[in-house]
């Protein structure tokens, strides 16, 4: 029985940081089109951009076939939006904070866009408008976007929100799917996944790499998801190192390769042996490249870019949610609602285990994986301590899912504090 957390709605004030400014169909042809008005607001370094490989689309038959739905709970009393339209095909968008081919967050998003394109073929016309900074474009896109005739749009980054509430009440009947907020609709759905439990395996990975106990972490932004990101992965570290501690660095970015490869420089420099990164791009595994230090990636499998180094990384997989969505619409029976996906339904997985992963650490991870997938955020059970020593979690108790939504405190073992808002 899968025991995974219902997700429940949660008010705004669960959910540390929300106030923080944040930037973070297919058609035969192949009809996509990037916002040439727009401007790269953080090129990548050529180094870390020529080590990004560009993923081939999903096989459409694997994709969309899962139990996504188990982990959908719609929304109130949701009833289905017609947002297909009455002649044509379906245009579908997507709007996307960095390039497409980042190496990370983007990339993986544009993967989704790719099984919709494999799935459906030409039945969608697909549309995606790339390097879209917060703020007041954001609307300005989706307005565009609507007056092309799109009626399915998809936001990829937290600080997309708010744009995404306002355009919901703007156009009723267009179906928008926001991925990674809170804020809901009767045409507003929302989706993610727990890649927390991804986040504690790939720190058992770094745990068993380090030498000395001394692990680092970049850190985007001090929001939940990212909070408890830091807090699994220590966990994980103190699975395999009860003695290690998690320096952590904030960079108040989610993608910028030459501020992140700086933050992972300074903490090698600080005397860490291992180092894992919440970031878009894989620059910090341009640093530990360049000192031999093992590195956990994010939402990319670079083990093929950073062989000598690459321990695995926690991936998302927008396509087993986008492909079942995008087949609900054309079947007239799209209902708003709240996705939270995991390692049980595909939408979570980990990245390939590099070399310097052990067999015997391997075995590890994949039992503890077979218990996260059975029960999700299960690694968050008591006791757990905050830094100062402060309990968090009873032992025995687990925490809820209110609980990890609204996670503001780092756990023991975590070197560093909070951003201050």
């Keep these: ?3 995974r957390l219902t997700r429940k709605w949660l008010p705004a004030v669960a959910v540390l940081g929300l106030g923080v400014s944040l930037v973070a169909c297919g058609s035969s042809k192949s009809d996509t089109a990037s916002d040439a008005s727009t401007t790269d607001t953080a090129a990548a370094t050529a180094d870390t951009m020529a080590s990004t490989t560009d993923t081939a689309a999903p096989d459409a038959t694997a994709v969309g076939s899962t139990s996504w739905d188990t982990n959908f709970t719609p929304w109130k009393d949701g009833k289905p939006v017609n947002c297909k339209p009455a002649t044509g095909p379906l245009k579908a968008a997507w709007i996307y904070v960095g390039p497409i081919n980042d190496g990370g967050w983007t990339q993986a998003h544009h993967e989704g866009l790719k099984a919709v394109q494999a799935k459906f073929g030409d039945q969608v016309v697909t549309t995606y408008k790339e390097n879209i900074p917060e703020g007041p474009q954001v609307l300005t896109t989706i307005d565009q976007l609507v007056k092309d005739g799109n009626t399915v749009i998809f936001g990829t980054s937290f600080g997309f929100q708010d744009a995404f509430v306002t355009a919901a009440g703007k156009y009723p009947n267009v179906c928008f799917e926001f991925e990674t907020g809170f804020k809901s609709a009767a045409n507003l759905s929302q989706a993610y996944g727990a890649g927390e439990d991804g986040d504690y395996l790939a720190g058992m990975a770094a745990g068993a790499a380090s030498k000395t106990g001394k692990v680092g972490y970049l850190a985007p932004f001090a929001i939940p998801e990212v909070i408890r990101g830091v807090n699994a992965f220590t966990l994980g570290v103190r699975n395999i190192n009860p003695a290690a501690t998690v320096q952590v660095v904030w960079t108040g970015t989610w993608f910028d390769p030459a501020k992140e490869r700086q933050a992972a420089e300074s903490l090698i420099s600080a ?12 620059a910090a595994g341009e640093a530990a490249k360049a000192k031999s230090i093992p590195w956990v990636g994010y939402d990319s499998d670079q083990n093929a870019n950073f062989p000598e180094v690459w321990l695995t990384a926690t991936t998302y997989h927008w396509g087993v949610y986008e492909v079942p969505r995008i087949q609900q619409v054309l079947d007239g029976t799209w209902v708003a609602g709240d996705y939270y996906g995991g390692l049980d339904d595909g939408f979570v997985k980990m990245a390939t285990f590099g070399k310097l992963v052990s067999a015997d650490t391997q075995a590890k991870i994949l039992a503890k994986q077979a218990e996260l997938a059975a ?7 008591g006791p757990i301590k905050a830094q100062d020593g402060t309990e968090k979690i009873a032992a025995g108790a687990s925490a809820s899912y209110g609980d990890l939504m609204g996670m503001n405190y780092l756990v023991e073992g975590v070197l560093g504090d909070l951003p201050k808002s």
Excluded: L, R
């Design 375 to 381: 029960n999700s955020g299960s690694q968050f059970t």
């Design 1 to 3: 029985m899968n025991k």
């Design 271 to 282: 005397g860490v042996d291992a180092i894992s990164s919440a970031q878009d791009s894989p």
